[in-house]
């Protein structure tokens, strides 16, 4: 049972940055691939970024060319750099891991951290 914690989140103006951070259970960064979704009121949660286990990244149209995800496999940490935000970002982060294992997929969320960009 792999145990992610989200923090980061916070109250940014448009144009501004944030840092969203993941803390995984042991191992699990490495391993898994390891993602953000959102999921902003009255819509669905969508995907913004991830990182496979080799370190191949995948971005939502949206957040290409002004958001980055990266991972720290030493710390089992996961980050979601993000700049040039705007309103339409306001939503709950969710980091996301998975993995599929002798057939079966595994995934985990964390518990979200709400990001409201506003002036």
């Known amino acids: 049972q792999a145990q992610l914690v989200g923090s980061g989140g916070g109250l940014v103006q448009p144009g501004g940055s944030l840092r969203l951070s993941c803390a995984a259970s042991?191992?699990?960064?490495?391993?898994?691939?390891m993602g953000w979704y959102r999921q902003a009121p009255g819509k669905e949660r969508e995907l913004v970024a991830a990182?496979?286990?080799?370190?191949?990244?995948d971005y939502a149209d949206s957040a290409k060319g002004r958001f980055t995800i990266s991972r720290d496999n030493a710390k089992n940490m996961v980050y979601l750099q993000m700049a040039s935000l705007k309103p339409e970002d306001t939503a709950v982060y969710y980091c996301?891991?998975?993995?599929?294992?002798?057939?079966?997929?595994?995934?985990?969320w964390g518990q979200g951290t709400q990001v409201t960009v506003s002036s």
């Open positions: 996301h891991a998975d993995r599929v294992l002798d057939g079966t997929w595994y995934d985990y």
């Open positions: 042991a191992d699990v960064v490495s391993i898994f691939t």
């Open positions: 990182i496979t286990s080799g370190g191949v990244t």
